[in-house]
């Protein structure tokens, strides 16, 4: 199991620029997760979705939009890239019903993306 | 709403000595506390998790945990750390509702020196 994949692992944007960052798991999880993370501030949520053709808004959305098309992919896509959305991106999976009551989410390494 | 509060930014310690990563939370629902560790370069992996039961809570790498209902407290502790455990570390309460959503504490950086 290769587990939670993100790609590409690091971007640099011009301002205005747009990008789409992929998010593939393998472990049949329902639940995916956007995070951001920024010094001083921990992780916050973007956008999240509970299953296949389902998102929702997290803690910090504006800016971004998410699909999940495909239970295994979770794509944020940033349409007019800002320098305020130079960042590390994780994306996580859950499953819906916990294993063994784990509620554990399974991280990807991450996307530093830097918008000039 | 829940939120977490990590009380230190950075934590330096020597090699072998014990330490204490200090967390405080808010919940208005049942409380399930996690702290996950992020080695350089990584993702996040799950170092140990408080659901119910024992409020000492036991994870890998020889780190534990206390949950104190009365101080809204989850502080980690490890008797004697190793230059492998520097890492950044963040607490996070769960939400166990609908999509069990995670909000972290800002993180706390410890550096192990020699």
């Known amino acids: 199991n290769a587990g939670v994949t993100q790609t590409p692992k690091f971007r640099v944007l011009k301002t205005g620029q747009s990008m789409t960052l992929l998010c593939a798991q393998d472990?049949?999880?329902?639940?995916m997760y956007w995070y951001r993370q920024d010094p001083g501030m921990g992780l916050r949520l973007i956008h999240y979705?509970?299953?296949?053709?389902?998102?929702a808004k997290g803690e910090v959305p504006d800016g971004y939009n998410v699909s999940r098309l495909k239970k295994q992919n979770f794509l944020l896509g940033l349409e007019s890239a800002a320098p305020s959305q130079t960042s590390v991106y994780f994306c996580?999976?859950?499953?819906?019903?916990?294993?063994?009551?784990?509620?554990?989410?399974?991280f990807g390494p991450g996307t530093r993306l830097t918008v000039t | 709403a829940q939120s977490v509060t990590q009380l230190d930014s950075q934590v330096p310690v020597f090699e072998e000595a014990p330490v204490e990563l200090r967390c405080n939370y808010s919940?208005?629902?049942?409380?399930?506390l996690f702290w996950y560790v992020q080695y350089p370069n990584q993702g996040l992996q799950l170092l140990l998790k408080?659901?119910?039961?024992?409020?000492l809570v036991k994870g890998i790498n020889g780190f534990e945990a206390e949950f104190n209902k009365s101080q809204t407290s989850f502080h980690l502790r490890k008797p004697s750390v190793h230059i492998s455990d520097t890492a950044e570390y963040f607490c996070?309460?769960?939400?166990?509702?609908?999509?069990?959503?995670?909000?972290f504490g800002q993180g706390t950086r410890l550096t192990i020196n020699p």
């Open positions: 996580a999976s859950s499953f819906d019903v916990p294993r063994k009551n784990s509620y554990e989410q399974y």
């Open positions: 472990m049949n999880h329902e639940y």
């Open positions: 979705s509970v299953g296949e053709g389902t998102t």
């Open positions: 919940s208005s629902v049942s409380v399930y």
């Open positions: 408080y659901l119910s039961g024992s409020t």
């Open positions: 996070a309460v769960l939400d166990p509702q609908g999509a069990q959503k995670l909000v």
